[in-house]
C-alpha cells in the first residue's frame, strides 16, 4: 500500500501561511510569540491539514480555506495563551454579535471612515493591538469589520455597499435589486450574522 504523499509546507511559506499567522499575532500579540504561532501553523499543516491541503490548494484559486483553516486553528491557541495569561477561560469572551457588525458596517464601508484610509488588504496592518471583546475599543472593532468585509463574495460586498448607499431603505434597495423588501433585509442580516461568525472562529470547517 503505497503511503499518502506529504504536501510540504515550503512552497506556501512566504505567501499564505506566514502571512496568516501574522494576522493573528497582531490581534494577540501581547501575549503570544510570533514564533510560537508559526509553529502551530506547522502543526496543523503536517498533521490535521494534511487531509485538507490537495483540496484546498487545487480547487480553491485564493486559498481562501487555506488561509481560514490555518488562521482558525492558530487562533485557537492563541486564545488560550491570552485566557491563561490573563486569568480566564476563553469561553468568558464576549463574541461579536449581528448587531454588533451591522452598528459598525457604516463606517467600516466608508473608504474614509477608518483612520488608515480605507484600502485594508488581507496581508498587511494597521491591525487592532486590543480585542474588542477583551477590552478593546471600537477603533479595533472597525478593523475586525473591515477584515470580515474582505472575506465576503463580491456579491454580498457590492450588496452591502447598495444597502448602505440607500440607508438600509429595504423597498428602495429590493427596487434596485428585483426582489421583495423583506428579503433584502433578510438578506442583509444574514451577512452580518456570517462575519459575526467568522470574527468569532466559527465559520464551518472540516478540520
Request: hydrophobic share 40%; proline share 6%; glycine share 6%.
Amino acid at each position: 500500500m503505497t503511503a499518502p504523499t506529504i504536501i510540504p509546507i515550503e512552497p506556501y511559506l512566504h505567501s499564505i501561511v506566514a502571512p496568516t499567522v501574522r494576522d493573528v499575532w497582531r490581534r494577540y500579540e501581547d501575549d503570544v510569540d510570533l514564533d510560537d504561532l508559526t509553529q502551530e501553523a506547522a502543526v496543523w499543516w503536517y498533521g490535521p491539514g494534511q487531509k485538507y491541503l490537495a483540496d484546498y490548494i487545487t480547487q480553491d484559486e485564493k486559498h481562501v480555506r487555506l488561509r481560514r483553516s490555518i488562521w482558525r486553528f492558530v487562533a485557537r491557541y492563541a486564545q488560550a495563551e491570552r485566557a491563561s495569561r490573563r486569568g480566564f477561560v476563553a469561553s468568558d469572551q464576549e463574541a461579536y454579535t449581528p448587531l454588533q457588525v451591522l452598528r459598525l458596517l457604516p463606517v467600516a464601508l466608508d473608504p474614509d471612515g477608518l483612520p488608515d484610509g480605507g484600502g485594508w488588504r488581507e496581508d498587511d496592518g494597521p491591525r487592532a493591538k486590543a480585542d474588542p471583546k477583551v477590552g478593546g475599543d471600537t477603533l479595533a472593532g472597525l478593523i475586525d469589520v473591515r477584515r470580515a468585509l474582505a472575506q465576503l463574495e463580491f456579491e454580498d460586498q457590492t450588496f452591502l455597499v447598495l444597502a448602505e448607499d440607500l440607508a438600509c431603505d429595504w423597498d428602495r434597495v429590493a427596487a434596485n435589486l428585483g426582489t421583495l423588501p423583506d428579503s433584502a433585509r433578510r438578506r442583509h442580516l444574514r451577512i452580518a450574522e456570517r462575519m459575526a461568525r467568522f470574527l468569532n472562529n466559527e465559520m464551518e470547517h472540516e478540520e
